[in-house]
């Protein structure tokens, strides 16, 4: 059921990203849906994901395992970590060509869980935040690109960015945009670096609109310190 109300939009010209989502999940949930293992100690409940947090992922060099990586991408050869204030996003269309991403693209790939993500429609009045799941409201993943970067103390952090298209017939309704989420076929082929690149840019595609739906939440998902299951919920 589409929850989206047809109104028309103002000012398409928004800022193209993806920049909040939710894994709210159990951790034996995400373990079994992605035939990985995780530290428990680390995973808790995110309602309400915003850059900068430490996040699940599961990389091409430990597919059956689940790391917890920071949002916005710090390449390998950054002078400080403030440049992963820029890089959340990832537009599929130019990561050959991008200086942050091309290496990353050739080695270093990525699966961001996640159970949904919210993005902001704005009109003449206001911007309404929605929540966007998928239809049987199970967990997918974000195709995403990940790398390792050393400060001057010699030691490591791992960050991520999650790779953004063209929006599907759902999301042209909110947003010029939408976050690649690949399908089950398609998550091995974006973790196989091996294979052909034309392989794994073909996986970047807009998910179906079909399997999705999106419905208005409260306003408070507007702050990053609001983590609460509140945020998920349908306001209409």
Not at 40 to 62: C, G, H, M
Not at 98 to 127: H, N, Q, S
Not at 176 to 187: S, Y
Request: hydrophobic share 40%; charged share 25%.
């Amino acid at each position: 059921m589409l929850y989206i109300p047809l109104v028309r939009l103002f000012n398409r010209k928004r800022v193209t990203m993806c920049g909040r989502f939710s894994v709210a999940k159990k951790a034996e949930d995400i373990e079994e849906r992605f035939n990985a293992k995780m530290d428990k100690s680390y995973f808790r409940a995110v309602y309400n994901a915003a850059p900068s947090q430490r996040l699940p992922v599961i990389t091409n060099e430990d597919s059956h395992s689940v790391s917890f990586f920071r949002w916005g991408l710090v390449p390998f050869w950054a002078k400080n970590i403030s440049i992963g204030n820029k890089l959340i996003n990832a537009r599929a269309e130019t990561l050959v060509e991008k200086p942050a991403f091309r290496a990353a693209l050739k080695k270093k790939r990525c699966l961001v869980i996640a159970d949904g993500f919210y993005e902001w429609m704005k009109t003449k009045e206001e911007k309404i935040p929605y929540r966007i799941v998928l239809k049987d409201n199970v967990l997918f993943a974000f195709a995403g690109l990940w790398d390792e970067w050393i400060d001057t103390e010699g030691k490591s952090l791992f960050s991520f960015t999650i790779i953004t298209t063209t929006p599907n017939a759902l999301m042209q309704t909110i947003h010029t945009r939408m976050p690649v989420i690949l399908t089950k076929d398609a998550e091995q082929t974006w973790l196989n670096t091996s294979s052909d690149m034309s392989d794994a840019l073909e996986a970047l595609k807009p998910y179906s609109s079909e399997l999705m739906q999106a419905y208005p939440v409260s306003k408070a998902v507007n702050s990053t310190m609001h983590n609460e299951p509140d945020v998920m919920v349908s306001v209409k």
